[in-house]
Protein backbone atom coordinates (compact mmCIF):
# COMPACT_ATOMS: atom_id res chain seq x y z
CA UNK A 1 0.00 0.00 0.00
CA UNK A 2 2.53 2.41 0.81
CA UNK A 3 4.44 2.00 -2.48
CA UNK A 4 1.70 2.52 -4.49
CA UNK A 5 0.89 5.64 -2.46
CA UNK A 6 4.40 6.58 -2.66
CA UNK A 7 3.64 5.76 -6.77
CA UNK A 8 0.82 7.87 -6.91
CA UNK A 9 2.58 11.08 -4.91
CA UNK A 10 5.16 11.15 -7.25
CA UNK A 11 2.61 10.80 -10.54
CA UNK A 12 0.57 13.47 -8.69
CA UNK A 13 4.09 16.04 -8.64
CA UNK A 14 5.09 14.94 -11.80
CA UNK A 15 1.92 15.90 -13.59
CA UNK A 16 1.76 19.02 -11.66
CA UNK A 17 5.41 20.15 -12.60
CA UNK A 18 4.49 19.58 -16.28
CA UNK A 19 1.23 21.52 -15.81
CA UNK A 20 3.46 24.34 -14.24
CA UNK A 21 6.11 24.23 -17.46
CA UNK A 22 3.26 23.88 -19.82
CA UNK A 23 1.48 27.39 -17.93
CA UNK A 24 4.81 28.90 -17.90
CA UNK A 25 5.74 28.37 -21.51
CA UNK A 26 2.07 29.31 -22.08
CA UNK A 27 2.36 32.74 -20.05
CA UNK A 28 5.77 33.28 -21.65
CA UNK A 29 4.36 32.90 -25.11
CA UNK A 30 0.95 34.67 -24.84
CA UNK A 31 0.39 37.55 -27.05
CA UNK A 32 2.97 36.82 -29.43
CA UNK A 33 2.56 36.35 -32.84
CA UNK A 34 4.04 33.92 -35.33
CA UNK A 35 5.32 34.10 -38.65
CA UNK A 36 6.93 32.31 -41.11
CA UNK A 37 9.60 33.75 -43.80
CA UNK A 38 10.67 31.57 -46.45
CA UNK A 39 14.24 32.21 -48.20
CA UNK A 40 17.11 30.77 -50.07
CA UNK A 41 20.37 30.91 -51.17
CA UNK A 42 24.24 29.60 -50.20
CA UNK A 43 25.34 29.14 -46.28
CA UNK A 44 26.72 32.87 -45.85
CA UNK A 45 23.16 34.40 -46.75
CA UNK A 46 21.32 32.07 -44.49
CA UNK A 47 23.58 32.83 -41.77
CA UNK A 48 23.06 36.49 -42.47
CA UNK A 49 19.56 36.11 -42.54
CA UNK A 50 19.60 34.42 -39.22
CA UNK A 51 21.33 37.14 -37.72
CA UNK A 52 19.00 39.70 -38.57
CA UNK A 53 15.78 36.88 -37.81
CA UNK A 54 17.63 37.41 -34.53
CA UNK A 55 17.98 41.22 -34.31
CA UNK A 56 14.36 41.82 -35.10
CA UNK A 57 13.26 39.57 -32.56
CA UNK A 58 15.23 41.28 -30.04
CA UNK A 59 13.65 44.15 -31.16
CA UNK A 60 10.50 43.27 -31.51
CA UNK A 61 9.03 40.60 -28.32
CA UNK A 62 6.13 40.44 -29.48
CA UNK A 63 6.82 38.59 -32.85
CA UNK A 64 8.43 35.19 -33.27
CA UNK A 65 10.01 34.27 -36.90
CA UNK A 66 10.32 30.64 -37.79
CA UNK A 67 12.68 30.42 -41.43
CA UNK A 68 11.73 28.15 -43.75
CA UNK A 69 14.93 28.08 -45.69
CA UNK A 70 15.64 26.48 -49.05
CA UNK A 71 19.48 25.34 -49.52
CA UNK A 72 21.36 26.78 -52.83
CA UNK A 73 17.81 27.70 -54.09
CA UNK A 74 16.92 29.55 -57.02
CA UNK A 75 14.39 32.09 -57.50
CA UNK A 76 12.12 29.10 -59.37
CA UNK A 77 13.14 26.85 -56.60
CA UNK A 78 11.14 29.11 -54.09
CA UNK A 79 8.21 30.16 -56.01
CA UNK A 80 7.50 26.27 -56.84
CA UNK A 81 8.10 25.85 -53.10
CA UNK A 82 5.40 28.80 -52.38
CA UNK A 83 2.54 27.33 -54.94
CA UNK A 84 3.18 24.26 -52.94
CA UNK A 85 2.73 25.68 -49.36
CA UNK A 86 -0.16 27.70 -50.52
CA UNK A 87 -2.25 25.16 -52.29
CA UNK A 88 -1.64 23.23 -48.90
CA UNK A 89 -2.33 26.33 -46.81
CA UNK A 90 0.85 26.40 -45.14
CA UNK A 91 1.41 29.35 -47.08
CA UNK A 92 4.34 31.66 -45.57
CA UNK A 93 3.72 35.14 -44.39
CA UNK A 94 6.82 36.43 -46.00
CA UNK A 95 9.10 35.51 -48.71
CA UNK A 96 12.20 36.41 -50.43
CA UNK A 97 11.32 37.54 -54.24
CA UNK A 98 13.10 38.82 -57.42
CA UNK A 99 11.56 40.87 -60.05
CA UNK A 100 11.42 38.71 -62.37
CA UNK A 101 8.78 36.96 -60.35
CA UNK A 102 6.51 40.03 -60.08
CA UNK A 103 4.14 39.43 -62.69
CA UNK A 104 3.88 35.66 -62.03
CA UNK A 105 3.32 36.63 -57.92
CA UNK A 106 0.64 39.04 -58.82
CA UNK A 107 -1.78 37.09 -61.28
CA UNK A 108 -1.37 34.47 -59.71
CA UNK A 109 -3.35 36.55 -56.30
CA UNK A 110 -0.01 35.44 -54.16
CA UNK A 111 1.17 38.84 -53.08
CA UNK A 112 -0.05 41.82 -50.75
CA UNK A 113 0.17 45.44 -51.68
CA UNK A 114 2.49 47.14 -49.24
CA UNK A 115 0.68 50.73 -49.75
CA UNK A 116 -1.67 50.64 -47.21
CA UNK A 117 0.79 49.02 -44.77
CA UNK A 118 3.07 51.92 -45.34
CA UNK A 119 0.98 54.50 -45.44
CA UNK A 120 -0.06 53.44 -41.37
CA UNK A 121 3.41 53.65 -40.61
CA UNK A 122 4.69 57.06 -39.88
CA UNK A 123 8.44 55.85 -39.15
CA UNK A 124 8.84 54.56 -42.87
CA UNK A 125 10.25 56.54 -45.62
CA UNK A 126 9.67 55.36 -49.10
CA UNK A 127 11.47 58.27 -50.29
CA UNK A 128 14.52 57.12 -48.85
CA UNK A 129 14.80 53.67 -51.62
CA UNK A 130 15.96 54.81 -55.25
CA UNK A 131 12.65 54.63 -57.43
CA UNK A 132 14.24 52.89 -60.07
CA UNK A 133 14.85 49.52 -57.61
CA UNK A 134 11.03 50.27 -56.54
CA UNK A 135 10.07 49.94 -60.17
CA UNK A 136 10.81 46.42 -60.38
CA UNK A 137 7.74 45.52 -57.76
CA UNK A 138 5.28 48.49 -58.91
CA UNK A 139 2.09 47.45 -61.14
CA UNK A 140 -0.72 49.71 -61.40
CA UNK A 141 0.55 52.38 -58.95
CA UNK A 142 1.12 49.51 -56.23
CA UNK A 143 4.23 48.24 -54.77
CA UNK A 144 4.54 44.74 -54.31
CA UNK A 145 7.33 44.02 -52.82
CA UNK A 146 10.73 46.07 -51.29
CA UNK A 147 14.12 45.84 -52.68
CA UNK A 148 16.73 45.33 -50.42
CA UNK A 149 19.25 45.67 -52.93
CA UNK A 150 19.64 46.81 -56.99
CA UNK A 151 21.87 46.66 -59.86
CA UNK A 152 23.65 48.66 -63.07
CA UNK A 153 26.01 47.79 -65.01
CA UNK A 154 28.99 49.67 -65.84
CA UNK A 155 31.91 49.48 -68.35
CA UNK A 156 34.79 47.21 -66.86
CA UNK A 157 38.41 48.49 -68.34
CA UNK A 158 42.03 47.24 -67.92
CA UNK A 159 43.69 50.60 -67.15
CA UNK A 160 47.12 48.31 -68.01
CA UNK A 161 45.10 47.35 -71.43
CA UNK A 162 44.73 51.14 -72.03
CA UNK A 163 48.35 52.65 -70.90
CA UNK A 164 50.06 49.95 -73.71
CA UNK A 165 47.98 51.29 -76.36
CA UNK A 166 48.47 54.75 -74.91
CA UNK A 167 45.12 55.73 -74.67
CA UNK A 168 42.88 57.93 -72.60
CA UNK A 169 40.43 55.94 -69.51
CA UNK A 170 36.76 55.64 -70.83
CA UNK A 171 34.51 59.02 -69.85
CA UNK A 172 30.48 59.77 -70.14
CA UNK A 173 30.50 60.61 -73.51
CA UNK A 174 31.71 57.74 -75.35
CA UNK A 175 29.36 56.36 -77.79
CA UNK A 176 28.93 53.12 -79.91
CA UNK A 177 31.77 53.98 -82.47
CA UNK A 178 34.08 55.42 -79.87
CA UNK A 179 33.66 52.00 -78.29
CA UNK A 180 34.71 49.86 -81.41
CA UNK A 181 37.49 52.73 -81.92
CA UNK A 182 39.21 51.70 -78.58
CA UNK A 183 38.64 47.64 -78.81
CA UNK A 184 39.79 48.14 -82.18
CA UNK A 185 43.02 49.49 -81.02
CA UNK A 186 42.98 47.33 -78.15
CA UNK A 187 42.88 44.27 -80.42
CA UNK A 188 45.55 42.09 -81.57
CA UNK A 189 44.53 38.78 -82.18
CA UNK A 190 47.95 37.44 -83.05
CA UNK A 191 48.66 38.33 -79.63
CA UNK A 192 44.97 36.65 -78.33
CA UNK A 193 44.38 40.39 -76.78
CA UNK A 194 40.69 41.76 -77.67
CA UNK A 195 39.39 45.23 -77.28
CA UNK A 196 36.34 43.83 -75.77
CA UNK A 197 34.24 41.05 -74.86
CA UNK A 198 30.80 40.91 -76.71
CA UNK A 199 27.74 42.05 -74.78
CA UNK A 200 26.00 38.78 -75.54
CA UNK A 201 23.96 38.75 -72.19
CA UNK A 202 20.86 39.17 -71.87
CA UNK A 203 21.08 41.98 -69.39
CA UNK A 204 23.58 43.65 -71.60
CA UNK A 205 22.11 42.65 -74.82
CA UNK A 206 18.37 44.31 -73.92
CA UNK A 207 20.22 47.23 -72.23
CA UNK A 208 21.97 47.77 -76.59
CA UNK A 209 18.72 47.52 -77.81
CA UNK A 210 17.08 50.53 -75.20
CA UNK A 211 20.35 52.54 -76.21
CA UNK A 212 19.40 52.23 -79.96
CA UNK A 213 15.52 53.00 -79.29
CA UNK A 214 14.30 49.52 -79.28
CA UNK A 215 12.38 47.22 -76.74
CA UNK A 216 11.25 43.53 -76.61
CA UNK A 217 7.49 43.83 -76.00
CA UNK A 218 4.52 46.22 -76.51
CA UNK A 219 2.62 47.98 -73.46
CA UNK A 220 0.22 44.81 -72.55
CA UNK A 221 3.63 42.86 -71.87
CA UNK A 222 2.09 40.13 -74.50
CA UNK A 223 3.61 40.59 -77.82
CA UNK A 224 6.98 40.43 -78.56
CA UNK A 225 8.73 43.56 -80.24
CA UNK A 226 12.49 41.53 -81.21
CA UNK A 227 11.69 42.19 -85.21
CA UNK A 228 11.63 46.28 -84.93
CA UNK A 229 14.53 47.28 -86.30
CA UNK A 230 16.11 49.20 -83.59
CA UNK A 231 16.44 45.32 -81.90
CA UNK A 232 17.80 44.08 -85.14
CA UNK A 233 20.55 46.88 -85.25
CA UNK A 234 21.35 46.42 -82.30
CA UNK A 235 22.23 43.01 -82.03
CA UNK A 236 23.73 42.89 -85.30
CA UNK A 237 26.03 45.37 -84.15
CA UNK A 238 27.14 43.01 -81.31
CA UNK A 239 27.92 40.14 -83.40
CA UNK A 240 29.38 42.36 -85.67
CA UNK A 241 31.99 42.60 -83.07
CA UNK A 242 32.80 39.30 -82.79
CA UNK A 243 32.39 38.00 -86.75
CA UNK A 244 33.07 41.46 -88.49
CA UNK A 245 35.60 44.10 -86.81
CA UNK A 246 37.31 40.68 -84.85
CA UNK A 247 37.57 42.90 -81.42
CA UNK A 248 35.74 40.55 -79.39
CA UNK A 249 36.55 36.74 -79.08
CA UNK A 250 33.64 34.78 -80.47
CA UNK A 251 30.91 32.98 -78.35
CA UNK A 252 33.60 29.79 -76.41
CA UNK A 253 36.48 31.11 -77.28
CA UNK A 254 37.43 32.91 -74.01
CA UNK A 255 35.52 33.53 -71.12
CA UNK A 256 35.19 37.17 -70.41
CA UNK A 257 36.44 36.82 -66.91
CA UNK A 258 38.84 34.82 -67.18
CA UNK A 259 40.29 36.63 -69.99
CA UNK A 260 39.84 40.32 -67.98
CA UNK A 261 41.57 39.02 -65.47
CA UNK A 262 44.50 37.56 -67.66
CA UNK A 263 44.68 41.12 -69.90
CA UNK A 264 43.25 39.45 -72.56
CA UNK A 265 40.31 41.28 -73.17
CA UNK A 266 40.46 45.05 -72.36
CA UNK A 267 36.98 45.87 -71.40
CA UNK A 268 33.66 43.75 -70.24
CA UNK A 269 30.17 44.72 -69.79
CA UNK A 270 28.85 43.64 -66.58
CA UNK A 271 27.50 44.60 -62.82
CA UNK A 272 28.36 45.45 -59.76
CA UNK A 273 28.55 41.93 -58.61
CA UNK A 274 31.09 40.60 -60.98
CA UNK A 275 33.73 42.92 -58.53
CA UNK A 276 34.23 40.12 -56.66
CA UNK A 277 35.79 37.94 -59.47
CA UNK A 278 37.72 40.76 -60.86
CA UNK A 279 39.27 41.55 -58.30
CA UNK A 280 41.49 39.02 -58.66
CA UNK A 281 42.53 40.47 -61.77
CA UNK A 282 46.40 40.30 -62.40
CA UNK A 283 45.72 43.65 -64.22
CA UNK A 284 44.94 46.95 -62.82
CA UNK A 285 41.52 48.18 -63.65
CA UNK A 286 38.51 50.64 -63.34
CA UNK A 287 35.12 51.45 -63.91
CA UNK A 288 33.19 53.62 -66.30
CA UNK A 289 29.92 54.54 -67.73
CA UNK A 290 28.60 52.87 -70.79
CA UNK A 291 28.80 53.91 -74.06
CA UNK A 292 25.80 55.53 -75.05
CA UNK A 293 24.17 54.75 -78.52
CA UNK A 294 21.30 56.80 -79.87
CA UNK A 295 20.54 57.71 -76.20
CA UNK A 296 21.21 56.44 -72.59
CA UNK A 297 20.09 53.45 -70.80
CA UNK A 298 21.02 51.17 -68.40
CA UNK A 299 19.40 48.27 -66.38
CA UNK A 300 18.20 47.68 -63.02
CA UNK A 301 17.28 44.41 -61.31
CA UNK A 302 16.98 43.19 -58.10
CA UNK A 303 15.84 40.95 -55.36
CA UNK A 304 13.51 41.53 -52.23
CA UNK A 305 10.94 40.73 -50.06
CA UNK A 306 7.26 40.59 -50.19
CA UNK A 307 3.96 39.34 -48.05
CA UNK A 308 2.07 36.47 -49.09
CA UNK A 309 -1.76 37.25 -49.80
CA UNK A 310 -2.60 34.31 -47.26
CA UNK A 311 -1.00 36.02 -44.35
CA UNK A 312 -3.09 36.40 -41.49
CA UNK A 313 -0.77 38.91 -39.58
CA UNK A 314 -0.27 41.45 -42.25
CA UNK A 315 1.16 44.24 -39.66
CA UNK A 316 3.67 41.79 -38.22
CA UNK A 317 4.89 40.83 -41.65
CA UNK A 318 4.92 44.42 -42.71
CA UNK A 319 7.65 44.58 -39.88
CA UNK A 320 9.82 42.08 -41.23
CA UNK A 321 9.56 43.00 -44.99
CA UNK A 322 10.58 46.83 -43.47
CA UNK A 323 13.25 44.99 -41.30
CA UNK A 324 14.60 42.83 -44.05
CA UNK A 325 14.81 45.68 -46.70
CA UNK A 326 15.78 48.24 -44.49
CA UNK A 327 19.23 49.85 -43.18
CA UNK A 328 20.71 47.43 -40.96
CA UNK A 329 19.83 44.80 -43.29
CA UNK A 330 21.36 46.62 -46.28
CA UNK A 331 24.59 47.46 -44.85
CA UNK A 332 24.79 43.37 -43.98
CA UNK A 333 24.36 42.63 -47.70
CA UNK A 334 26.37 45.36 -48.83
CA UNK A 335 29.43 43.93 -46.98
CA UNK A 336 29.53 41.32 -49.28
CA UNK A 337 30.19 43.53 -52.33
CA UNK A 338 27.48 41.37 -54.60
CA UNK A 339 25.15 44.44 -55.33
CA UNK A 340 24.45 48.14 -54.78
CA UNK A 341 22.16 49.23 -51.93
CA UNK A 342 19.15 50.19 -52.43
CA UNK A 343 18.71 52.66 -49.99
CA UNK A 344 20.64 56.08 -50.84
CA UNK A 345 21.81 56.63 -47.19
CA UNK A 346 23.48 52.98 -47.30
CA UNK A 347 24.85 53.52 -50.83
CA UNK A 348 26.38 56.49 -50.50
CA UNK A 349 27.91 55.40 -47.28
CA UNK A 350 31.69 54.58 -47.49
CA UNK A 351 30.48 50.51 -46.94
CA UNK A 352 29.48 50.95 -50.83
CA UNK A 353 32.23 53.85 -51.73
CA UNK A 354 35.29 52.67 -50.46
CA UNK A 355 37.89 53.94 -52.08
CA UNK A 356 40.66 51.48 -50.46
CA UNK A 357 38.80 48.49 -52.52
CA UNK A 358 38.22 48.44 -56.07
CA UNK A 359 36.60 50.20 -58.23
CA UNK A 360 37.54 53.36 -57.64
CA UNK A 361 35.09 54.61 -59.77
CA UNK A 362 31.80 53.20 -57.71
CA UNK A 363 30.07 56.30 -57.90
CA UNK A 364 29.21 54.86 -61.96
CA UNK A 365 27.00 52.41 -60.78
CA UNK A 366 24.64 54.79 -58.51
CA UNK A 367 25.01 57.62 -61.38
CA UNK A 368 23.54 54.94 -63.77
CA UNK A 369 20.48 55.01 -61.59
CA UNK A 370 19.52 58.17 -62.65
CA UNK A 371 18.56 56.89 -65.95
CA UNK A 372 18.13 53.01 -65.74
CA UNK A 373 14.85 51.30 -66.30
CA UNK A 374 13.19 47.62 -65.26
CA UNK A 375 12.99 44.82 -67.68
CA UNK A 376 9.80 44.53 -69.15
CA UNK A 377 8.60 41.55 -67.12
CA UNK A 378 6.17 39.05 -68.60
CA UNK A 379 4.77 35.75 -67.33
CA UNK A 380 7.58 33.00 -66.68
CA UNK A 381 10.05 35.67 -67.49
CA UNK A 382 12.44 33.21 -66.41
CA UNK A 383 12.02 30.67 -68.89
CA UNK A 384 11.20 33.59 -71.39
CA UNK A 385 14.69 35.19 -70.88
CA UNK A 386 16.48 31.30 -71.08
CA UNK A 387 14.60 31.48 -74.48
CA UNK A 388 16.06 34.83 -75.69
CA UNK A 389 19.31 33.62 -74.85
CA UNK A 390 19.11 30.31 -76.22
CA UNK A 391 17.33 31.94 -79.37
CA UNK A 392 19.66 34.85 -80.35
CA UNK A 393 22.82 31.95 -79.33
CA UNK A 394 22.34 31.35 -83.35
CA UNK A 395 23.39 35.03 -84.10
CA UNK A 396 25.86 34.89 -81.54
CA UNK A 397 27.66 32.01 -83.23
CA UNK A 398 27.44 33.96 -86.54
CA UNK A 399 25.00 30.85 -87.87
CA UNK A 400 22.09 32.92 -88.35
CA UNK A 401 21.80 36.79 -89.81
CA UNK A 402 19.81 39.39 -87.05
CA UNK A 403 16.85 39.91 -89.41
CA UNK A 404 16.00 35.57 -89.08
CA UNK A 405 16.82 35.28 -85.34
CA UNK A 406 14.21 37.58 -84.45
CA UNK A 407 11.58 35.93 -86.64
CA UNK A 408 12.41 33.09 -84.11
CA UNK A 409 12.47 34.66 -81.17
CA UNK A 410 8.60 36.38 -81.64
CA UNK A 411 7.47 32.50 -82.62
CA UNK A 412 9.06 31.15 -79.71
CA UNK A 413 8.49 33.95 -76.84
CA UNK A 414 4.80 33.76 -78.51
CA UNK A 415 4.54 30.33 -77.63
CA UNK A 416 5.53 30.78 -73.89
CA UNK A 417 3.08 33.38 -73.45
CA UNK A 418 -0.01 31.79 -74.90
CA UNK A 419 0.55 29.12 -72.22
CA UNK A 420 0.05 31.32 -69.20
CA UNK A 421 -2.23 34.02 -70.03
Given at each position: ???????????????????????????????????????????????????????????????????????????????????????????????????????????????????????????????????????????????????????????????????????????????????????????????????????????????????????????TLTQPQFDAPENVQAFQWIADLMHTWGVSPKMGELNKTTGFNAGQIAMVYDIRGATTHYRTANVDWDVAPLPRGKQQANRTASSGHAICAETKHPEAAWQLVKWLSGATA????????????????????????????????????????????????????????????????????????????????????????????
Amino acid sequence: MRKVTRVLCRRFWLGMLALLVLLTTTSIAYGKTTIVYLGRGGTSEQASYTKLIEEFEALHPDIDVEINWIPGGTAMVLMERLLVQVAAGVAPDVFWTHNYLSYDLLSLGLVRPLDPLMADDPDFQITEYYPNALNDYLFDGLLYGLPRETSSTALYYSIDNFNNAGLSAPTGNWTWDTLLDAAKKLTDTQARRWGLSAPTGHGTAVIMAWQNGGRYFDDTLTQPQFDAPENVQAFQWIADLMHTWGVSPKMGELNKTTGFNAGQIAMVYDIRGATTHYRTANVDWDVAPLPRGKQQANRTASSGHAICAETKHPEAAWQLVKWLSGATAQREFAASGLSVPSLRSVATSFLFLNPDIKPKSDMVFLDALQYARSDQVTRDYFTVVSTIESVLGGLWRGELPAATVVQDLNRAVSAILANVQ
